[in-house]
């Protein structure tokens, strides 16, 4: 019985929508949105009643030692600054992974640029399937055109379809994208090895403008020399 009860069609009974002397008020509230408002109340409810059994069973004499790099100000647990967290040598390490991944990145990109050049350029060197054919007379030039035509007429370069030519403009675009993107990240490897270069130890100096040889916006830094044992 049942099935055949579900196999009757039915009015569907909607939910009615906010009257027009309470349009005022936004929109009417439905049952689907009171079950989503009363999950996000409940859950948050529930999540203050544990934190609230959670500081009324604290144990007075807790410790454990990242307390001692920690500390509450009016209320809010806040950190110390960690901003001296590893000493040179841990620093330069890192900076020496990092240009590592740079490097790698750049040497992976070029060598997409290679192969994907090589495409772009065997697709334009593509020679062109035209035959030239020589008539002595207009009526032998209409019987090769009429040959030409039965035959059919093999496809050229210059009927190249629409999206062969879509494809060709997009690998280029993304061949110049490729490029900029070397440019950059050989930018940063060169920024990153001088900050290494930097924090080694040594004296150096800033070069001023008038002694540069070739001015350049970059940043110029000479070492003083010293004496290897």
């Known amino acids: 019985m049942s099935s055949l009860r579900n196999a009757i069609s039915r009015?569907?009974?909607?939910?009615?929508?906010?009257?027009?002397s309470r349009r005022k008020f936004g929109l009417l509230e439905k049952h689907k949105d009171y079950v989503e408002r009363a999950q996000v109340f409940h859950k948050k409810e529930q999540t203050l009643q544990?934190?609230?059994e959670k500081a009324a069973f604290r144990n007075p004499d807790e410790f454990y030692f990242r307390m001692m790099k920690a500390k509450t100000v009016d209320g809010v647990h806040k950190l110390e600054n960690e901003t001296n967290k590893y000493n040179t040598d841990e620093l330069l390490l890192m900076k020496t992974q990092d240009m590592g991944y740079i490097l790698q990145k750049l040497q992976s990109e070029k060598k997409k640029i290679e192969k994907l050049a090589a495409v772009l350029h065997s697709l334009d060197s593509q020679p062109s399937n035209r035959h030239i054919y020589y008539a002595e007379d207009r009526e032998e030039a209409k019987e090769i055109q009429s040959r030409s035509k039965k035959r059919g007429k093999l496809p050229t370069s210059d009927d190249v379809f629409d999206d062969i030519r879509s494809k060709t403009a997009i690998s280029y675009r993304e061949l110049e994208a490729r490029r900029n993107r070397v440019s950059q990240l050989e930018k940063l490897y060169m920024d990153m090895a001088l900050q290494k270069e930097l924090q080694k130890k040594g004296r150096k100096r800033k070069l001023r403008e008038d002694e540069l040889a070739c001015p350049t916006s970059k940043p110029v830094y000479k070492w003083r020399s010293e004496r290897k044992r």
């Open 11 to 20: 009015r569907p009974h909607k939910e009615r929508s906010q009257p027009h």
């Open 50 to 52: 544990k934190l609230r």
